[in-house]
């Protein structure tokens, strides 16, 4: 990897758009890079990660101040980013406290959590806040621009997508003849009524897992890989990374435990919702 002391770099938010007036300034006009929000109180850790992003082609804009990033972003969903990555220990607003504000208007802009190595009620709590995946400190910084990088891909389909969608004259009515209830031994889905029920009794679920818990009832019996899960689930919506499904998944095993049903991992093919014979899923 490049050092990063030889690269660019964008350190606060005067700089934001620094990289993109550089790039323009060298050949014809073209689409303006990604923009990425960096939201990081340690200094060195900040400026690695802005050279490091800024030699990824991103325009960086750097906060370090929870209070300054709640400002920017709990406001309005046209912030202009297309990327965050958010430290959750931070001085001022925490980093929860960013993203809820975030996500009461603004759903679909992915935001990558970085959090202390043991912080696991942090990491579940922002995942359950609508953050899209996480890496815990320290990372790998080769682990983190792949991640980007997927989280930008996922963010520009579901964009096209989007577009797409409001070019389109008219979308086809629903089917009149939506299964009303969908079940797998003790375990039922109303789709109608955006509910599951385990062993007859209300089964509780936040949202995201509860869309992976219906994509995967729907396919009950056959083995779901995580980007078909990921696209049949979220494509529509939001860009959630591996980390984040994987435990989504966890999660709903722990659920299901004691139960008539089972999630399970097939190497190489993917997760399988199926019934137990004995009960002790």
Do not use: W
């Amino acid at each position: 990897m490049t050092s990063p002391d030889s690269l660019p770099s964008a350190t606060d938010d005067s700089a934001a758009d620094a990289s993109a007036a550089d790039a323009s300034a060298h050949g014809p006009a073209t689409a303006p890079p990604p923009a990425l929000l960096l939201v990081e109180d340690d200094a060195l850790l900040s400026s690695t990660l802005c050279s490091v992003f800024c030699a990824e082609g991103l325009a960086v804009t750097h906060l370090a101040d929870g209070t300054a990033a709640l400002a920017r972003l709990a406001a309005s969903r046209d912030h202009g980013f297309a990327l965050i990555v958010l430290d959750l220990n931070l001085p001022g607003a925490s980093g929860l406290e960013i993203l809820a504000a975030l996500r009461q208007h603004d759903r679909q802009t992915p935001v990558l959590i970085l959090t202390a190595r043991g912080a696991i009620e942090d990491r579940v709590r922002g995942l359950d806040l609508g953050a899209d995946d996480y890496l815990a400190k320290p990372f790998v910084l080769d682990e983190l621009e792949a991640r980007v990088r997927a989280l930008l891909r996922r963010h520009a389909t579901l964009q096209a997508s989007q577009q797409a969608s409001q070019q389109a004259s008219q979308q086809p009515a629903p089917s009149p003849g939506i299964a009303p209830r969908l079940t797998l031994g003790s375990l039922a889905f109303e789709p109608l009524n955006a509910r599951f029920l385990l062993a007859d009794a209300p089964l509780a679920l936040p949202p995201r897992e509860q869309r992976l818990l219906g994509c995967l009832i729907q396919h009950a019996g056959e083995p779901v890989d995580k980007a078909r899960l990921t696209r049949e689930a979220f494509g529509e919506e939001e860009a959630v990374g591996d980390n984040a499904i994987e435990v989504y998944v966890h999660r709903l095993r722990k659920r299901l435990e004691g139960s008539d049903v089972n999630l399970r991992t097939i190497r190489g093919l993917g997760y399988l919702l199926e019934q137990t014979t004995d009960g002790s899923a």
